[in-house]
């Protein structure tokens, strides 16, 4: 999600260098304090699940009042005498009926205790309606928006309950693991308004007396801070996507105040991230039902399920509108288990905006990740949060948003095959669809799929902290390119980070890439380079790792052939570009793959031989990607095949 906020300060000085994208969502996000339900609370909601919300509510464009009645259906999973669940102290109850008998409650802290009268068996199903009403609070007691919030001068009213103030404008159980089934949202507003919410609009009822309700569902299993309303004097402004695996159109329903060509200009790039999103992380998941924008002055978006809260104006950007659109898969679709793992959320849906970047023309990959990178380097705290009630802390836009999105940039090039990389985030949706995971279960998800150990790639990356600086000097003795590579790290919590890196090697007449493993503060590299003259070096020169870099220079004072660490032989690969055959010297014990430029394995082999020939006749004409891995050393180049 992202959003605009009151934290001006900590926008200018700690991400003056991230992305706008990111600071837009991570600060509508950052002016949340604390949640009232304490852990006895939140234990004795746990003695239930909840399987149905319906909400019934009357909500107007110009006033934070509400009124109406909310039903939670469920069952109970121990024996219950007492039902509780959570509002704010502001709204007043006046009934609670459970099972269609009036209960008694007492109320505490914006936390509601129902007596039974008795027990509701384990494993037995129970309806409790809730009859509430009031103006809803207004000062962001507990999240990014004030739960129900209205704006007199645009006159829209709109909800924003992440991550803890669901309870500001409607009775519910806010705890992220216990998503409901399904839901229905009814709105009963002015005639002249537009109510927008999720899922499906099944039936609007005209009452005859200046009053319409909007009756919406959905059928699919939803979080509690994901239900939302939107109600103003909408302008309905639709489209349709055409993704993989859906035999009907995707219904892009946009409920919109601003009807100006920008904006739906912006509006217009949506059925395109959902067709290119549906191919990378499979089908768009809420695809019977639709994905939407209601407009609202939220200063950026927040990724209500099948309809984003988006607005004002300047939200209406193509990082902003694929960012929101992808939390669809990674916040709704599978929702962080514990607000500790919110970069599940974030750090995801802000790589898909770069996703998005390198697939449309519109887009500039290079530059949104120079800034990413620059701002992740603020982080000054984990991106694993420790103090989820924590407002700076959990919406932390350097740590969440940036170093999370970074944290899958490079896991991406640790794999060095995107296939295998976009498998692992299906396969990891796929296991945890229409439910909750944290970090360990993405983690198992990638090993599983890659057959790569990454405990280390994690506990130095999303648990720890600060980034690598990275220092080298380098010379040439009998054909002999020798590479000293040093690390000091940012922070002294983390004491060296172990990596892959690419190093470049400039010579008169071209240049090669390797791929290095760096496992220790001073590692020395050796490369024969016969035939060739170095004039340059460069470390990480597509920005894949998050680093510093101190210098790099040529010192010819520099005689390291006794401390060599890894023999990095040069392999030649020619004739390029090539017709039909493509040779390989230094190429024993080597693993080789060809990829096409997207990422998609063409051919895999091994060599057993110094010298080695693959057939390229049954190849198509283009560019190809070459990979070769010889234990720890990895090298990447590219061929023309004519």
Known sequence: MKNSIPFIIYYILILAQANAQNTDCSMAKASMGKAFAQPTDISKMNNYDVYFYKLDVDVERNTSYISGNVSIYATAIKNLTEFVFELHDTLKIDSVIINGAKKTFTRSNGVVTTSISGTINQTTKFTAVIYYKGYTIQDNSAAI??????????????????????????????????????????????????????GLLVKTTNFGNGKKRYEWKTHYPIDYYLISVAVAKYTEYNMYANPVGVAQPV???????????????????????????????????????????????????????????????????????????????????????????????????????????????????????????????????????????????????????????????????????????????RNYLNTYKYSTAVSADFQKSMEQTSGKNFSTFFDQWLRGLGYPVFSAKYNVINNNLYINLTQTTTNTATAIFKTSIDIRVVYTNGDTVIRVWVDSLS????????????????????????????????????????????????????????????????????????????????????????????????????????????????????????
């Open 145 to 198: 928006g004030n739960g129900l919030n209205n704006s007199s001068s645009l006159q829209v009213t709109w909800s924003l309950s992440e991550s803890y103030v669901a309870y500001q404008w409607w009775p519910c159980k806010q705890v992220l693991y216990d998503k409901a089934d399904s839901a229905e949202i009814w709105i009963t507003t002015d005639s002249v308004n537009k109510a927008g919410s999720n």
């Open 251 to 425: 219904l892009v329903q946009n409920y919109i105040y601003d009807t100006s060509a920008y904006v739906k200009s912006m509006l217009n790039l949506t059925p395109g991230f959902i067709e290119n999103f549906s191919t990378l992380f499979g089908t768009y998941p809420f695809a019977l039902e639709k994905y939407g924008h209601s407009m609202a002055p939220v200063g950026g978006g927040m990724e209500h399920q099948t309809m984003t809260t988006l607005g004002p104006t300047s939200a209406y950007t193509f990082n902003i509108i694929s960012h929101e659109l992808a939390h669809q898969w990674f916040g709704d679709y599978v929702t962080c288990g514990s607000w500790a793992d919110i970069w599940l959320n974030e750090g995801f849906a802000s790589y898909c905006e770069y996703i998005a970047n390198q697939n449309f023309s519109q887009g500039q990959p290079a530059s949104w990740m120079s800034s990413t990178m620059a701002g992740a380097k603020n982080a000054w705290g984990w991106v694993y949060v420790h103090d989820t009630l924590n407002t700076s802390t959990l919406f932390n836009g350097a740590a969440s948003y940036n170093k999370g999105a970074v944290i899958l940039h490079m896991l991406r090039y640790e794999i060095n095959n995107d296939t295998v990389f976009f498998l692992g985030i």
């Open 523 to 642: 590692k020395i590299y050796q490369l024969n380079v016969t035939g060739r003259t170095v004039t340059n070096m460069f470390i990480d020169y597509k920005d894949w790792i998050l680093n510093d870099l101190g210098t790099i220079v040529k010192d010819p004072n520099f005689n390291a052939v006794d401390n060599v660490s890894d023999n990095l032989q040069l392999i030649l690969v020619y004739p390029n570009p090539a017709e039909s055959l493509l040779n390989f010297t230094n190429a024993k014990d080597c693993k080789i793959e060809i990829t096409d430029l997207s990422g998609r394995s063409i051919y895999q082999t091994y060599f057993i031989e110094q010298n080695s020939t693959i057939d390229l006749s049954n190849f198509d004409k283009g560019v190809y990607f070459i990979k070769i891995e010889n234990g720890n050393t990895k090298h990447t180049s590219k061929f023309v095949k004519y």
